[in-house]
């Protein structure tokens, strides 16, 4: 391969190699310089690109392609040391070519003698996209020949890194390493690789703490990044220098070492990657990461800002200073190990305390027992309706009752009389009425009473007639001129009645489509906040609820607002009332579980689900059998021409069965005598 092809193959690599900037400039995508960093903190604006070519830093003026950056940073004019960075060679390229190219850009050599590394034509791959050959071996033979040459130094040991670790991660030792090319100065230094195709080396000469690290390579920098994932380890410290890591995993922990705080974006990128395997994000739900970089401004900055972007990922992320009073974890483990062992323990530790603490039923046993007290302080809330409360045992608690029923066949006027009567006896009750106007339920209330007041039927022209009046009678103001003065008399008896012993206890909030979970429990929130009561809560009806997603299936949208309401009445220890919707399918069947449309999680959620249906002529279940739902066509027509008379008689036959009582018995069924036109049920003995 030509040298402009290799040439158009690293500046291909740009977007792959470089870290995007946190920051944008005019909008632009930036990148941290990776000469002097540019870019990685807040106020940075990295490097950035016209032409999508050439690159301008704007703090150390550097300008040119990627190539040119590489050089840059290499220190070096030779474009080849370049390309064998990258195990480019060009075609037909023998093994003495590439060991000669090898021999001139960095030596491997010991004090007294050199041995070659061999490359042949057969340990490289090919990228048929670019027509190039990559070098397989090099970096593989590399990391071999020192790690063989670990023992000639001590610095492993000044460090306090045992064999033992020195072998897991083949750490290695390079007496001649050379940074910036064939004219650089050679160093003796420490390899650590960090991938396949990647090192940082760690000059040995200074023992002050101030040498530098120096990533090679292009592969990820990051050191023993693959822990993340591994099915061992559940605590994971993030560290900045590879020996802090090393550190950590002498003293019994393990850990990441990021290798500069510039390197922070790159970590966050690879859990990114992870979490779409499907796999690997299933072990890092596991994981709890502990922060522990360096005790000095940029580790804090940096501790900061990775805390924060590790934690929108979904990441178990705490802070946790390990270093104690020392510059950082290699410091505190070298002049206190023991000490530092603890501190490395001490994470873990309290993690698992504080779990015990949340989780362990021992430790609720004095929140059981203060719950005992609060329920005993806070009675059941009768509906007002004897059988039904003597079958819940007393009444409402805590929970979610749900009550359903075909099409006008009364849930709505049951569910507004329970609320009424509940307000009655001193209980406040917010009515969520997401179909009717506030003043529709109200013409109902006042039209039961009414009835209840008027209680008698005459004849008028050969047919019944009540002097009771109906919501639309009620609502229709100039009616009212023709109401005889004991018709007018009923509805202001009951007008007084309403307002002096229900009103104040009753709240309606009416809408449509935009009421959803989120502002009931809000509503809530507010008025035990400002009342101090705990409200029954009534919502007519559920189907309507503002979904949660509207691209979302109606089941879906269905299924988070029962769980969400079931939420909000543990949460807040109130009684809610769920009036539902049935599917069409069970028109013509008897009332049973499966007749709640969207069923799933209104079967499984629910506290309390109670079905409503029309008395037939066998019995309370109205079906044509007792026990067994319709099986057939016929019974199902049957059904429906039962129910068109049942709607034609005054008053109409109502039976309410218990489907399920997590709390209690199910399958008995309660009789009501409905009057439809005055919204009244009268409960019969069952």
């Known amino acids: 391969m030509t040298n402009d092809e290799m040439r158009q193959y690293i500046n291909s690599q740009l977007p792959k190699e470089l870290t995007k900037a946190p920051k944008k400039v005019k909008g632009n995508e930036t990148y941290i310089c990776p000469l002097c960093d540019n870019g990685s903190g807040n106020n940075g604006d990295g490097i950035c690109t016209k032409d999508g070519k050439h690159y301008k830093c704007f703090t150390c003026g550097h300008y040119g392609d990627y190539l040119d950056f590489l050089k840059e940073k290499h220190k070096t004019n030779d474009e ?100 910036k090319g064939a004219s650089a100065a050679a160093s003796s230094a420490i390899i650590i690789p960090t991938s396949k195709n990647s090192y940082v080396a760690r000059i040995t000469q200074s023992k002050d703490g101030k040498s530098n690290y120096y990533n090679q390579g292009e592969g990820s920098n990051i050191f023993n990044a693959n822990v993340l994932t591994d099915k061992e380890n559940n605590y994971v410290f993030i560290v900045e220098g590879a020996f802090d890591a090393l550190s950590v995993i002498e003293a019994g922990g393990e850990a990441i070492a990021l290798n500069s705080t510039s390197n922070s974006n790159k970590l966050i990128e690879l859990i990114k990657k992870q979490k779409k395997d499907k796999l690997q994000n299933k072990l890092l739900k596991n994981k709890h990461l502990m922060l522990s970089l360096d005790n000095d401004d940029s580790g804090k900055s940096t501790q900061k800002n990775l805390k924060s972007n590790l934690e929108a990922l979904g990441m178990s992320v705490i802070e946790e200073n390990i270093s104690g009073e020392y510059k950082d974890p290699n410091e505190h483990f070298l002049h206190d190990r023991e000490a530092f062992k603890e501190a490395v323990k001490a994470p873990a530790e309290k993690i698992k305390k504080d779990y015990l603490e949340k989780h362990s039923a021992v430790n609720e046993v004095k929140a059981f027992l203060d719950d005992i007290n609060y329920r005993a302080k806070t009675k059941a809330i009768p509906t007002g309706f004897a059988w039904l409360d003597d079958y819940l045992d007393g009444g409402f608690y805590e929970g979610l009752y749900i009550i359903g029923a075909i099409s006008s066949l009364g849930k709505t006027s049951f569910s507004l009389q329970i609320a009424d009567q509940i307000a009655r006896a001193g209980n406040d009750v917010l009515i969520f009425s997401l179909e009717m106007s506030k003043f529709e339920l109200m013409s109902k209330s006042i039209s039961r009473l009414t009835f209840i007041a008027d209680k008698r ?29 004991e018709e007018r008399g009923l509805i202001f008896t009951a007008l007084e009645t309403y307002e002096k012993e229900y009103a104040k206890n009753l709240f309606i909030y009416e809408g449509i489509g935009d009421i959803g979970v989120g502002d009931i429990k809000a509503t809530v929130k507010k008025h035990i906040s400002i009342t101090g009561k705990r409200p029954l809560v009534l919502i007519d009806y559920l189907q309507i609820l503002q979904p949660y997603d509207i691209k979302a299936t109606d089941k879906t949208n269905t299924d988070k607002a029962v769980l969400e309401l079931k939420r909000m009445s543990r949460d807040y220890k109130i009684p809610v009332l769920a009036i539902s919707s049935f599917n069409r399918t ?101």
Not at 113 to 133: C, F, G, V
């Open 586 to 686: 069970s028109y013509g069947q008897s009332v049973q579980m499966e007749s709640f449309k969207e069923s799933g999680a209104i079967e499984y959620s629910s506290d309390v689900l109670l079905g409503m249906d029309f008395k037939l002529k066998s019995g309370l279940n109205g079906t044509t059998s007792n026990n067994e739902k319709d099986k057939d066509k016929k019974n199902a027509e049957s059904k429906q021409v039962q129910v068109e008379q049942a709607k034609q008689k005054e008053p109409r036959n109502i039976i309410v069965k218990v489907l399920k009582n997590r709390n209690g018995k199910t399958g008995d069924s309660f009789l009501f005598d409905y009057y439809a036109r005055f919204n009244y049920f009268h409960e019969l003995k069952s």
């Open 457 to 485: 039927k005459t004849e008028k022209n050969g047919a019944e007639f009540y002097k009771a009046r109906t919501n639309r009678q009620i609502l229709t103001g100039d009616r009212w001129s023709m109401y005889s003065q």
């Open 80 to 179: 080849r040391y370049i390309f064998q960075l990258y195990g480019l060679t060009t075609e037909n390229t023998t093994s003495n070519t590439t060991k000669k190219v090898m021999n001139n850009t960095t030596s491997y050599t010991t004090n007294t003698t050199r041995k070659a590394i061999s490359h042949t034509t057969k340990n490289t791959t090919r990228d048929t996209t670019n027509n190039i050959e990559v070098v397989s071996d090099y970096y593989d033979e590399y990391f071999r020949e020192c790690h063989e040459r670990a023992a000639q130094t001590d610095y492993f040991s000044f460090r306090g890194i045992s064999a033992e670790t020195i072998n897991r991660f083949r750490l290695g030792y390079d007496p001649a390493w050379k940074s």
